[in-house]
């Protein structure tokens, strides 16, 4: 059985320029995060202000995010990424001429916050469609990997970047972040994707917009696999936004203050970092299923650990070993997520499988918030590990996670013994060939 040859990843260009313009746009979006409301913070002087334009970026993307993947679904995915970068770029561009000419307003900022979150909602799930086009599907899970890689490093870096900009001359986290996205542009431009449409073939004819915005929660009710994927990212995030919150506030009530926090910050995203590069590898050697449940069971043992001590160190290594080991089980969901998925579908379906975990985020912290009022931090982070152990249980008996497609490239199979009588030289024109020699059987 022949087996085919697989361009590494390093080598294929089309995904390194897709990887490039994916790492450029999300870095110019975190350099950009923490210098908008601190710009309008000094030109207003309004901590209300400040706390509006970032709730109002957040509440665009949210409702930006299921007309963004009908979108998706509707245009040439190539064209999608570079408008929305093009446009984001051109926003970054007027706020760095208004705070180079000291003319920030609060209307202008709340104008740029929304078309950052309305611009940059088609990003992702565009960007994760075109994948299907430049990976092959046994590479799906290792290209995957990377991105959470990427992610981790600009989710890391770009803050610190911003603010260190920022301190130079308010205006340059902004024209930094217009030139990241025109760079952005650029590597999309250089992708060989389809020029038209996402395929429909054998489809019915699309809904009108509105009816279409449910179409992508509808599939993930109609698969169980999707269905689990929802599932498991809503509990994820519910109980590691809880535990974060209670490690956070710890810190700020012990002696070394502000030094815990970052340590265990540091932790966390060193820990995703790391775990991301080795789940490019583990994410071919182990089949899914058990590589999802490896992880369940690890982070539902590992977490209420965190109760049983205060120590700075501990609670670090903790914390990084929750963060080592979640970015494989991401990858593979996420990989064979990608694959089970119309193509036609992508968008819709992806927007929707992000929209409801995300919502989630907040109720962690509330509820942990509410409980720390009544119970101590021990208590607390033992109920946010109870969540993680019912998410185990759940992912081993869950028919969703059994139907996991299984995305590793074939094993290649040794190769066939040779013909004893391969080797022996063509017998002369007119000559009857000599029988070969008996092999001798086994006893």
């Not at 019912?390 to 299984?406: H, K, M, N, Q």
Request: charged letters at 10%; aromatic letters at 4%.
């Amino acid at each position: 059985m022949s087996v085919r040859t697989l361009t590494p990843l390093h080598r294929n260009r089309d995904y390194q320029r897709l990887w490039l313009a994916h790492a450029l746009s999300g870095f110019g979006s975190q350099a950009s995060a923490i210098a908008l409301p601190l710009v309008v913070l000094h030109a207003t002087g309004s901590v209300t202000a400040f706390g509006l334009v970032t709730f109002t970026e957040i509440l665009a993307s949210v409702l930006a995010s299921l007309p963004a993947g009908v979108l998706v679904d509707r245009l040439p995915r190539k064209a999608v990424l570079i408008v929305s970068d093009a446009a984001r770029a051109l926003a970054y561009v007027v706020m760095t001429a208004a705070v180079l000419t000291d003319r920030v307003t609060l209307s202008l900022a709340l104008c740029v916050a929304v078309a950052n979150s309305v611009f940059g909602a088609p990003f992702g799930p565009a960007a994760s469609a075109a994948l299907r086009h430049v990976v092959p599907r046994e590479q799906l899970g290792a290209a995957l990997s990377l991105s959470q890689a990427r992610s981790a490093a600009v989710t890391l870096a770009g803050p610190l970047i911003g603010a260190a900009l920022y301190a130079v001359a308010p205006a340059l986290p902004f024209l930094v972040d217009a030139l990241s996205y025109l760079a952005s542009t650029v590597c999309v431009a250089l992708v060989r994707l389809p020029a038209g449409r996402p395929s429909t073939a054998g489809s019915p004819p699309p809904p009108s917009l509105v009816k279409d915005l449910g179409t992508g929660l509808r599939e993930v009710r109609r698969s169980p696999f999707l269905r689990y994927t929802l599932v498991n990212a809503a509990l994820v995030n519910l109980a590691f936004s809880g535990i974060v919150l209670v490690l956070i506030t710890g810190g700020a009530h012990s002696t070394s203050g502000g030094y815990h926090n970052a340590v265990i910050i540091a932790a966390s995203g060193a820990g995703n970092l790391v775990g991301s590069l080795v789940a490019a590898r583990t994410s071919t050697t182990l089949a899914p299923r058990t590589l999802v449940l490896s992880v369940c069971w690890s982070t539902a043992l590992f977490t209420p650990l965190l109760a049983l001590s205060t120590h700075m160190a501990a609670l670090a290594l903790v914390i990084g070993l929750c963060s080592l080991a979640t970015p494989a089980a991401n990858a593979v969901i996420a990989a064979a997520r990608l694959h089970s998925i119309p193509d036609h579908l992508q968008g819709r379906v992806q927007t929707a499988c992000g929209l409801i975990p995300a919502l989630i985020i907040p109720f962690g912290p509330l509820l942990t918030s509410a409980l720390l009022t009544r119970v101590g931090p021990g208590t607390v982070l033992l109920a946010n590990s109870a969540l993680l152990l019912a998410l185990a249980c759940y992912s081993t008996v869950s028919p969703g996670l059994r139907r996991i497609p299984d995305l590793r490239p074939p094993r290649r199979l040794a190769d066939p013994a040779p013909d004893p009588a391969g080797d022996r030289p063509a017998p002369a024109p007119g000559r009857t060939p000599e029988p070969a020699p008996p092999v001798a059987a086994a006893p």
